[in-house]
Every structure is written in C-alpha cells, then in structure tokens.
C-alpha cells in the first residue's frame, strides 16, 4: 500500500463543473503540498498544508489532519485546468523530502 | 522573480555514457532536492543537500553521485548510463529550518538514453 494515495485517477468533466480531488496518506506528516504537472513535465505547487483550509483564485485546498486526508477542490473548472495534480507529503521527522501521490489526470471538456 | 533553473532541458546520451544535470536553486535558498520521474510514474526522492552536505538519500543507483556547491547549486552526476535511467529529472529548493517550508520546482531536465 502507497503510503500516499489519490482518487480518482483519471477525471473528466465539462467545463464549469465543481472539481474534487481527494489524498489519504497513513504517515505522520509535517505538511502537505499539492503540485500541477502539466503535459510536458513542469512542476507547479499549488498549496502547502498543514492544518485547515487555504484558498487561491478557484482553488481551494483542505486538510483533515485526524483522518490523515486532504482534498482539492476546482470551482468553476476550465480548459486551462486540464492536468496532472499530485499530493505530496513531508514526514514530520523534519528531513523535508516529498513522498509523491500517484497523480490524478484531470481532462476539462469545453 | 527568479525561479529555480535547471540545464538542460533536454538531453540524449547513448548507454553507458555519462551526464551532468545541473540545478541552480532560488537565491537563498539552502537546501536542494533531486527527484527522478520515471515514463507514467511517480516522482522518486532521489538525494538532498543542505548548506552543502548531504542531508538524505532515496533511491538513488551507486552509478550516481551529486554535491552542492559553495554558490548553493549543485549537480547531478550519472555515469554508466542504463536504458531505465530515461527520466525527468527535478530539482526542487527551499530553505530548510522550519518543516513544511515550500518546496519550488525547477523545470526539469529530460534524459533519454538510447
């Protein structure tokens, strides 16, 4: 078992819909980070978390830090946000490396 | 503002050649991570540096070996190339200290080994 998991794998939706991506992980965490990856390879963080909820244009982040669970919400997607988004986790023995999620492709549908 | 570079973008060896990845991190910042992205999978932790030590070790083959230097930029060296080493390869930086502090990725160079 991945000690970091995403769901869904593979979305498709219509452009304008509400957009949720979920991460469970089963390690103590000092943080998490949600990452774009677009076509091509780039990496983006989008959000850093370690507790709450944090907000960014049409994306919002939360995290569940008893359930060891985040989720990361798109409202009003679009084209543009068409992608790969990866959970990504830091143990909170404080060494700071990332344990990578298996990444949900996200196609938005004009 | 200045982001993380890395050099090249791109680049193609033939097996068991070697290749130097380049990564320079944001100024001022102190530590830099190496990850390795297989085709479909992934991004693997593979080495870590702070203020020019080594500070963690993933997954990463003897054939490679990588240092920080004294301007904070650091290098990934691969030697002995294999067919499975065709990756992308990132570096990431931040400044260590404080858990959770963001992590910024470079671009990532593109390594095919044919």
């Known amino acids: 078992k991945n000690e970091v998991e995403q769901s869904p794998q593979n979305l498709t939706a219509q452009e304008g819909e509400f957009i949720t991506i979920n991460c469970s992980y089963s390690?103590?965490?000092?943080?998490l980070h949600w990452l774009q990856q677009h076509p091509g390879g780039g990496i983006v963080s989008l959000f850093m978390?370690?507790?709450g909820k944090k907000k960014h244009g049409r994306l919002i982040a939360t995290i569940n830090i008893q359930e060891k669970h985040s989720s990361l919400h798109i409202t009003a997607s679009h084209p543009r946000d068409s992608a790969v988004y990866i959970c990504?986790?830091?143990?909170?023995?404080?060494?700071?490396?990332?344990?990578f999620g298996t990444g949900t492709r996200l196609t938005i549908i004009p | 503002a200045a982001g993380v570079i890395q050099s090249p973008r791109h680049l193609i060896k033939e097996k068991r050649e070697t290749a130097t990845l380049k990564c320079y991190p944001i100024p001022r910042h102190d530590t830099v991570y190496w990850y390795q992205q297989g085709p479909g999978q992934d991004p693997q932790f593979l080495i870590s540096?702070?203020?020019?030590?080594?500070?963690d070790k993933g997954s990463i083959p003897d054939r490679f070996s990588a240092q920080q230097f004294s301007d904070y930029h650091s290098e990934l060296n691969m030697s002995s190339l294999e067919l499975g080493d065709s990756a992308l390869y990132f570096c990431?930086?931040?400044?260590?200290?404080?858990?959770?502090?963001?992590?910024?990725f470079g671009p990532g160079t593109r390594l095919t080994v044919t």
């Open positions: 990431a930086s931040s400044t260590l200290g404080i858990p959770g502090n963001e992590q910024y």
């Open positions: 540096f702070y203020e020019k030590m080594q500070s």
């Open positions: 978390l370690s507790s």
């Open positions: 990504a986790v830091e143990s909170n023995f404080g060494n700071e490396k990332l344990t």
């Open positions: 390690v103590g965490i000092s943080a």
